[in-house]
């Protein structure tokens, strides 16, 4: 994950560098990640609420901290609707048990 000079008013640059997971919206090539939450939905003024009344500003470490969330929930359900590559979105929608084995192959044999 990269800061760009302009964070929070742009979002972090996220891309894998080490081995790539067998996913549908992680570019196979270069290893970005596809997903609006990083382009188009980005909002630095993100707001939460807390005890049903009080709203506060999200300070930037608590953002990367979404970030991080955000990217560990994605990992575990893509997003068919947005992608790079068409391998695993195919396979998934044709055999989903040869899709969820095939992730755990790679997961496992990539992170050794």
Known sequence: MKLRPDYPNSA???QF??????????DQAG?????????????KNMNIT????KEIEIVFWLILKIVITTIAAFLESP????GFDEEPKKLYFVNQS???????ELSTKRAT
């Open 12 to 14: 972090p640059q996220i």
């Open 17 to 26: 560098t080490g081995p790539l997971p067998f996913h549908p919206n992680v």
């Open 79 to 82: 997003n068919f609707q947005e």
């Open 98 to 104: 040869a899709y969820y084995k095939k992730v755990k």
């Open 50 to 53: 807390i005890d049903g009344s």
């Open 31 to 43: 290893g970005r990640i596809c997903f609006s939450f990083f382009s188009t939905k980005w909002n």
